[in-house]
Nanobody, 115 residues
Framework: QVQLVESGGGLVQAGGSLKLSCAAS????????MGWHRQAPGKQRELVAKFNSPGGTTYADSVKGRFTISGGNARNTVYLQMNRLKPEDTAAYYCHAIYGGRDFWGQGTQVTVSS
């Protein structure tokens, strides 16, 4: 089993920055596709950014140039630096990873951007 432990999030004014952190528990080898998804009220969960396997990253068009993912599958950690935040970035952010062909999710952390 994989437990994803998240930290970060909170309330910030538009134009501000936040950083999210996520670590996969245990000595796990072979975690794939670590990344972040988000879900706003009344909307479907969507990909924000992730590490691809064997390499590279994918970002949602809405966050390109503002958000940066770091860490990596090999490190079992993933960070999301969010700059120039907008009110439409308000959502619950979930860490995600694939291990052994299964999806694992963090508990979610709330990001609220005030205008």
């Amino acid at each position: 089993q994989v437990q994803l432990v998240e930290s970060g999030g909170g309330l910030v004014q538009a134009g501000g920055s936040l950083k999210l952190s996520c670590a996969a528990s245990g000595s796990i080898v072979g975690v794939n596709a670590m990344g972040w998804h988000r879900q706003a009220p009344g909307k479907q969960r969507e990909l924000v950014a992730k590490f691809n396997s064997p390499g590279g990253t994918t970002y949602a068009d809405s966050v390109k140039g503002r958000f940066t993912i770091s860490g990596g599958n090999a490190r079992n950690t993933v960070y999301l630096q969010m700059n120039r935040l907008k009110p439409e970035d308000t959502a619950a952010y979930y860490c995600h990873a694939i291990y052994g062909g299964r999806d694992f999710w963090g508990q979610g952390t709330q990001v609220t951007v005030s205008s």
